[in-house]
């Protein structure tokens, strides 16, 4: 049920969170033509769902993961029976993130995700989401940092997965894994949130330990994704400004 429809216009009331609207939704209820300003995520988790976006109708299965752009006209027509996620992100929210303002223009009017095309992948996705409904739903402290960190990491992980084209090529254009920045960007960000986010209360600051560690992280993904050797750290023209010291 869309609870607050004017016209073709609705309006997303974050309630639970700041920055996302979370539904476990198994009702068999179809909703009309509308749109909003928020992003939105559709994941069918049993059974068949139809979406239309742009004037073409999607068929999802189960595993799937929907896209659709800010702003975009849709409507979805239910199954009998079924289960899916429905996600609303605020794109407010993220878009002070460069990499996630050019990003999110990609979405439009949609983009698609396809279960049969790399289960695995959507496999992943679907996990963080599960995580994102446990955190959403609960009631632990720093709940919106939480869940921001776990938006980043599906964003950057969506990415990463499918290989979104993007204009900002990390890299040479001839190495051996052409990989956008903005991925590595989201990813690092969503792990460092959660470190502070776990770490202790009562530290005022984290140690040079952890500080090491995430160091280590960041020059072993960097590494892997832009086709640099972790064990030399790189040399010669395949090691760029990109690569830390």
């Not at 559709?42 to 769902?49: A, D, K, L, S, V």
């Not at 204009?167 to 051996?176: D, Q, R, T």
């Not at 502070?196 to 984290?206: E, I």
Request: charged residues 15%; proline residues 5%; aromatic residues 12%.
């Amino acid at each position: 049920m869309i609870e607050k429809l004017n016209g073709t216009t609705e309006t997303v009331n974050f309630t639970l969170a700041s920055n996302i609207r979370l539904y476990h939704n198994n009702s068999a209820e179809d909703f009309p033509l509308h749109w909003h300003v928020p992003g939105e995520i559709i994941c069918p988790i049993q059974n068949t769902y139809n979406v239309t976006v742009a004037d073409e109708i999607l068929y999802l299965k189960p595993h799937d993961i929907l896209f659709i752009g800010s702003g975009e006209l849709h409507s979805i027509t239910a199954p009998k029976e079924g289960e899916r996620y429905i996600l609303n992100f605020s794109t407010a929210m993220f878009e002070p993130f460069h990499e996630l303002a050019l990003f999110f223009a990609t979405l439009h009017p949609f983009k698609l995700l396809r279960y049969q095309d790399q289960p695995q992948f959507n496999d992943q996705l679907l996990a963080l989401m599960t995580q994102m409904e446990k955190e959403y739903f609960g009631a632990a402290v720093f709940q919106d940092c939480e869940l921001s960190s776990l938006m980043l990491h599906f964003f950057a992980s969506s990415i990463r997965m499918h290989r979104m084209k993007t204009s900002l090529p990390c890299g040479k254009k001839n190495s051996k894994s052409v990989f956008p920045c903005y991925a590595i960007t989201l990813m690092l960000t969503a792990q460092k949130i959660c470190l502070w986010t776990n770490w202790p209360m009562k530290q005022d600051s984290v140690s040079t330990t952890s500080q090491g560690f995430l160091l280590k992280q960041e020059r072993a993904i960097i590494a892997l994704y832009c086709g640099v050797s972790n064990s030399t750290g790189g040399s010669g023209s395949n090691r760029g400004a990109w690569y830390p010291s």
